[in-house]
């Protein structure tokens, strides 16, 4: 099993800029890959980055490409979501998620955080 807990939400004036955490903790051996997703107020969750621990490749959802930034420190079983630019939209719980080797990166996802959350103010 693998723990997940995100740190870093918080309250942000549109075009202000956050810095999310996610560290990982019991069998991190297992994971191939770690990512976010958002869920806005009344809607479903929704990828927005992911990284992968073997080759360091990033994927990025459309909405969030050149505005986020997906990194990680495998020493630290740590990935972080460096979010500039904010805007209203991005409101919403913030869901750190962990893939175990085997899984179809970037989507797929065997352990979730409980989620931070953040709010973009207009």
């Known amino acids: 099993q693998v723990q997940l807990v995100e740190s870093g939400g918080g309250l942000v004036q549109a075009g202000g800029s956050l810095r999310l955490s996610c560290e990982a903790s019991?069998?991190?051996?297992?994971?191939?890959?770690m990512g976010w997703y958002h869920q806005a107020p009344g809607k479903e969750r929704d990828f927005v980055a992911s990284?992968?621990?073997?080759?360091?490749?990033?994927n990025y959802a459309d909405s969030v490409r050149g505005r986020f930034t997906i990194s990680g420190d495998k020493a630290k079983n740590t990935v972080y979501l460096q979010m500039n630019t904010l805007k209203p939209a991005d409101t919403g719980v913030y869901f750190c998620?962990?893939?175990?080797?085997?899984?179809?990166?970037?989507?797929?996802?065997?352990?979730w955080g409980q989620g931070t959350q953040v709010t973009v103010s207009s």
């Open positions: 990284i992968s621990w073997t080759t360091s490749n990033t």
């Open positions: 998620a962990a893939a175990e080797f085997g899984r179809r990166w970037p989507y797929e996802y065997d352990y």
């Open positions: 019991g069998s991190t051996f297992r994971t191939y890959y």
